[in-house]
């Protein structure tokens, strides 16, 4: 497609739950950067690839969270043991080179009940 | 650190008015700024940005923003919005980052409700 995919839109998961959220940059997109946006706030930055590397994983908020983009394109978060402030929209993006505008995905809602 | 405020959560205004959505911003170092619109069910969009150069800067759907380094702001303002505008509207910061890539923090949104 032409833009950012994230799959799947919606997700509900019991507490204790793995997750693992998708994400489909635009194609040759070297940068990919996953926001977390919690209800009635604005995203969060959780951590960004350049490529295959995992530049900075600073804003990831416990070590539940686990994030890896292998081959360069497609990006998976992974939440493991979800907790009910786990809830909120993962938003993905990504850029055509450093330091240019971000393009994103129309997010995955997660509600954990 | 940066950070980023918008003091009105909504804002409510008549088909056709002008408008402005207020942001201002803190950093210690040299930023960029944008502005990002949200449709409902809808990714986030680039409205417009600052890097350098000219204090005004122009985006699409007729918006535009004025860089005011002296009060810190970076306000939105349309003057004449349409019913389609109807959205919520997010100012960020970004700084450049050593790994050369810019870390973007967003402020908590204004919605912004045209009346018909």
């Known amino acids: 497609g032409a833009g950012v995919s994230q799959s799947p839109r919606y997700k509900v998961a019991k507490r204790g739950q793995d997750v693992a959220l998708r994400c489909d940059p635009i194609?040759?997109?070297?940068?990919l950067f996953w926001y977390q946006q919690a209800l009635g706030q604005g995203p969060e930055f959780l951590t960004y690839?350049?490529?295959?590397?995992?530049?900075?994983k600073s804003g990831l908020p416990s070590d539940r969270f686990f994030a890896e983009r292998p081959e360069g394109s497609v990006s998976t978060l992974k939440i493991q043991r979800t907790q009910q402030e786990d809830s909120a929209v993962y938003l993905c993006?990504?850029?055509?080179?450093?330091?240019?505008?971000?393009?994103f995905g129309q997010g995955t809602r997660l509600t954990v009940v | 650190a940066q950070s980023v405020t918008q003091l009105d959560s909504q804002v409510p205004v008549f088909e056709e008015a002008p408008v402005e959505l207020r942001c201002n911003y803190s950093?210690?170092?040299?930023?960029?700024l944008f502005w990002y619109v949200q449709y409902p069910n809808q990714g986030l969009q680039l409205l417009l940005k600052?890097?350098?150069?000219?204090?005004l800067v122009k985006g699409i759907n007729g918006f535009e923003a004025e860089f005011n380094k002296s009060q810190t702001s970076f306000h939105l303002r349309k003057p004449s919005v349409h019913i389609s505008d109807t959205a919520e509207y997010f100012c960020a910061v970004g700084r450049p980052d050593s790994g050369g890539y810019q870390k973007v923090t967003f402020g908590t949104g204004t919605k912004l409700q045209v009346i018909p």
């Open positions: 950093s210690s170092v040299s930023v960029y």
């Open positions: 993006a990504s850029s055509p080179r450093e330091n240019t505008e971000a393009f």
């Open positions: 194609s040759g997109h070297v940068s």
């Open positions: 690839f350049q490529n295959e590397a995992q530049l900075d």
């Open positions: 600052y890097l350098s150069g000219s204090t």
